[in-house]
């Protein structure tokens, strides 16, 4: 019963706010100490995460909680304070280890960027945030981090402003994920209406779900749950909210292997793990969250065929993968969608630095214009093709694991959702094996001189690969250790399923060798859908007209509804104002003629006024 | 009988009024002002025989009114001849010191 | 309204107007600055006889002496003391003047209807018109105005004195 670390867990985001205010102290005094700080701070925070992670391990299934009262108006209390379980700790190290990589991996990767500094405090608050978010113990602080998060998305991803694309790729970042959090904050406030004594602390929301007991009605428990679900959605960049997360890799590349794939998109999946009971107690709620989840795998796995741009490609599977999250969780398998989350995070990290340090070298985003990296980029070829085979489900690399759980899960549960997930997994083998065979396979294409990266950078992702590679035996069939330490034994994985993992295995395989076949054999021409079915390519590359149909739906109208309210403001509003300044200028302009010096004129106007006056008085006798 | 005086002197007053406002010599506008301060000279007079009491107060109020208009004019004439020596005119278009 | 019996004092009433008014009239409509003084004279010797009408022969006599004596010559030494041109040179000044003659007329409408719409009421007491109005206002002013008559002869030498001092050449 000793919770010694966990105690001090709260000490865990205070590394990187401190580094972040020094940073903003003294961040422009050098280029190093960003570096410097950043990487320390979050080293300390994984160590510490770490102890917290072992501390749970081996001391048994012991939260701790601790809050103080932060806001007291006398009948409402508002407390603040942090819990520790074994899900948050997990989720302390996964965060904390991806962000003490990245941050090592920034120094090489924004050597040249002159805003190092101000991108280390930058990463340092979001680090900060995301641990606050991952330690809440209840709803209220959870949305207080859960917006500065997407604070330091916005800038982050905006942290290149002078780049258009930048800028309106950070604009869309926060207002499609606004409205998600709108969705969530109507959750919160729900939840904070109907729950006894007003409480939002998680333990205290899982004791009043748990089990359907009924303290709140089923009907308003669903919508608890959609709402919360749509503040994922958001977040999670789940379809229909996913677009601004393909547009957020106009960010720095460790910011989208940091923010846009490991951790703060894995928020959403986070919120509805932790607000597990609620969508429990709500059978409508869990059948949304699985179908949302597998109809955006598939649907981004599918446009991730056709992109173009290595960091898009990236994105849209990382939607995709969060869609495989979804699923599990909707599935009722919590294991499911934090195990995938889990393996996921060091994955698909280790591909957006792989990404990266392909962009560093060959300066170009667009894999039509790579190729035959491999021979020069020896490190980064191994470790991407190892990311490559964790995402494609091959195993015995950790995706395959994860992978393989929630498609048994589907298997047994919905089957249709399992074949989904089955097509969804080979087209995902198949645009990553797309994507690796274009750009380190083949000859190489322009006379840019390609060569490999800083040791800064290749170390992360070597780590990052060993880790692709190990994280998935955490939980395998036939051992349930992450879910039994992670739902406490209830959840008990029906294990077996020997032919889901033939199919998955056989799927991935399938995938990448029709890759193989197309990109690097070229049995089958690669035109051979173009060529027969040209609408269907130009659908995929146009993400299904997603985009311009919100441009049409909602952006339009929204933005014609402001052109006519400055209108009106224009003219309405600043007309009346400009009247008032005109009118007044008009009398000073007059009092100004008035007041020239002639006694006579002077003399004029005080007879009119007694004219005025006189016939004032005199009319009154007649009211 | 007494509004036909009451009226006679409004006559004159509005007379002086006009002509305070529009000549535009110094001079005149002094006389002009002469011509209101005879005005309400009737006036008192006039209210000093068919006022409700009559008495001889009003009268005396005009003795003094006639006094201090007296002085007025020396004094207003002076100030004239100062003003002229100064700007070297009496007309009163050229006097606006009051607007600097 | 106007059921006006022709006695002597209307018909003495009716003159003095018209001079009075014809005088103002002309003072007002004529060029010539010394012309405006002669007319404004003949203004002050018509109000002089109204005071007669009124019973107010002192003043009249005062009336004469100072306005249409001493006021007009002052006048007149003012005007000469000064350069004219004569108006023509001027530039007109319609607006001002416009405003200026609605403003009076304005003015006189006002008066003019308060006048007919008031209704006097008669003299309670009618005044004992043997008493010699010149030494009963000296009475009066040796006895209940003697402050203020002591104070207007101060006025007087002040004005009389700043005058002086006002119209001195600058003893450069």
Same mark, same amino acid.
């Given at each position: 019963?000793?919770?010694? *670390? ?65 806001? !007291? ?135 009043? /779900? ?131 989350? *889990? ?60 992978? !393989? ?30 994507? /690796? ?81 197309? *990109? ?6 690669? !035109? ?41 403001? !224009? ?53 | ?36 301060? +005879?005005?309400? +000279? ?59 | ?172």
């Amino acid at each position: 019963m000793d919770t010694t *670390f966990s105690q001090a867990a709260w000490l865990i985001p205070l590394f990187p706010l401190a580094a972040f205010l020094l940073l903003l102290a003294f961040g422009r005094s050098s280029r190093m100490i960003g570096v410097l700080l950043g990487s320390v701070s979050s080293l300390a925070g994984f160590v510490l995460s770490l102890l917290v992670l072992i501390e749970h391990m081996t001391k048994g299934q012991h939260d701790y909680q601790y809050a103080v009262k932060w806001i !007291d108006t006398g009948s409402i209390v508002f407390k603040a304070g942090f819990e520790v379980t074994n899900l948050t700790a997990l989720m302390l190290v996964v965060v904390t280890a991806v962000s003490f990589l990245v941050n090592v991996y920034s120094a090489g990767y924004m050597k040249g960027d002159e805003r190092i500094s101000v991108f280390y405090s930058y990463v340092a608050l979001f680090t900060f945030s995301m641990l606050g978010l991952v330690l809440a113990d209840n709803m209220l602080t959870l949305y207080v981090f859960w917006e500065l998060v997407g604070v330091c998305s916005f800038l982050l991803v905006g942290f290149w402003f002078s780049k258009p694309e930048a800028r309106a790729a950070a604009k869309k970042a926060f207002i499609v994920t606004r409205i998600g959090d709108a969705g969530l904050l109507l959750g919160i406030l729900l939840l904070y209406w109907y729950m006894p004594d007003h409480a939002l602390d998680f333990v205290r929301i899982g004791n009043a /779900f748990e089990g359907g007991t009924g303290v709140i009605a089923a009907s308003v428990t669903t919508w608890i749950a959609i709402l919360i679900f749509i503040g994922a959605v958001g977040k999670s960049g789940q379809f229909p909210l996913h677009v601004w997360l393909p547009d957020a890799m106009e960010g720095p590349t460790p910011i989208s292997a940091l923010i846009h794939a490991a951790t703060m998109v894995a928020a959403g999946v986070y919120l509805v793990a932790r607000t597990f009971d609620i969508f429990q107690a709500s059978q409508t709620a869990m059948d949304i969250v699985a179908y949302i989840g597998g109809f955006t795998a598939i649907f981004a796995a599918t446009i991730g065929v056709a992109q173009n741009d290595i960091k898009r490609i990236l994105a849209y599977s990382t939607v995709s993968q969060l869609g495989y999250m979804m699923m599990a969780l909707g599935l009722n398998s919590m294991t499911g969608g934090i195990f995938h989350l *889990f393996t996921h995070a060091f994955f698909k990290a280790l591909l957006f630095l792989g990404a990266g340090s392909v962009i560093h070298a060959v300066h170009t985003q667009n894999i039509q214009e790579m190729g035959g990296l491999g021979s020069k980029m020896k490190i980064t070829a191994w470790t991407f093709g190892i990311g490559a085979l964790a995402l494609s489900g091959i195993p015995p690399f950790s995706g395959f694991w994860s992978k !393989d759980m929630i498609l048994n899960i589907a298997y047994h549960e919905k089957p249709a959702l399992f074949v989904i997930g089955v097509v969804a997994a080979f087209f995902t083998a198949f645009y990553m094996a797309r994507l /690796f065979f274009l750009v380190f396979m083949g000859k190489p294409k322009g006379e840019r001189h390609a060569h490999e990266s800083p040791p800064s950078m290749t170390g992360p992702l070597i780590v990052l690969a060993v880790l692709a590679v190990v994280a998935g035996f955490v939980q395998t069939p036939w051992n349930d250790t992450l879910g039994n330490w992670l739902t406490d034994g209830a959840e008990q994985e029906n294990g077996g399923g020997g032919l889901v993992m033939v199919i998955s295995a056989a799927i991935g395989l399938l995938g990448l060798y029709m890759g193989w076949l197309v *990109f690097v054999k070229g049995m089958i021409s690669r !035109d051979f859908v173009s060529s027969r079915a040209p609408w269907l390519v130009r659908l995929l590359e146009r993400k299904y007209y997603i985009d311009e149909l919100y441009e049409a739906a909602i952006v339009r109208p929204l933005r014609a509804l402001g052109g006519l309210l400055n209108g009106i403001d !224009d003219y309405v509003v600043d007309g009346l104002v400009r009247a008032a300044g005109g009118a007044a200028f008009l009398i000073g302009r007059g009092g100004t003629r008035m007041q020239n010096g002639q006694v006579q004129t002077y003399g004029l106007i005080t007879a009119f006024a007694l004219v005025i006056l006189i016939a004032a008085v005199a009319l009154r006798r007649f009211w | 009988m007494l509004s036909s005086y009451l009226t006679m002197a409004a006559i004159l007053f509005c007379i002086g009024l006009y002509g305070a406002l529009t000549k535009r010599n110094a001079v005149i506008v002094l006389l002009s002002i002469e011509l209101m301060l +005879n005005a309400v +000279n009737l006036n008192l007079v006039a209210f000093s025989k068919y006022g409700v009491v009559p008495s001889l107060t009003g009268q005396m109020f005009t003795l003094f009114s006639i006094a201090v208009a007296a002085a007025e004019a020396a004094v207003g004439i002076a100030v004239l001849i100062a003003l002229y020596r100064a700007r070297g005119t009496v007309n009163v278009d050229d006097y606006d010191e009051m607007r600097r | 309204m106007f059921n006006i019996d022709f006695t002597g004092e209307f018909v003495a009433f009716f003159v003095f107007s018209v001079l009075i008014i014809s005088g103002a009239v002309l003072m007002v409509s004529f060029t010539k600055v010394v012309h405006m003084v002669v007319s404004l004279a003949a203004v002050f010797i018509g109000v002089a006889g109204m005071f007669i009408l009124l019973d107010a022969e002192f003043l009249a006599f005062v009336q004469v002496l100072i306005y249409a004596g001493a006021v007009s010559i002052l006048m007149i030494f003012g005007i000469m003391m000064t350069k004219h041109q004569d108006s023509g040179a001027e530039r007109p000044r319609t607006l001002n003047d416009t405003l200026s003659a609605i403003g009076a007329l304005a003015l006189f409408g006002i008066l003019f209807y308060a006048i007919r719409q008031s209704d006097f009421p008669e003299p309670q007491t009618v005044p004992d018109g043997t008493v010699d109005n010149t030494m009963a206002i000296g009475q009066q002013l040796f006895t209940g105005y003697v402050v203020p008559f002591e104070l207007v002869s101060v006025l007087l030498t002040v004005a009389f004195i700043g005058a002086i001092v006002l119209a001195k050449k600058e003893a450069d």
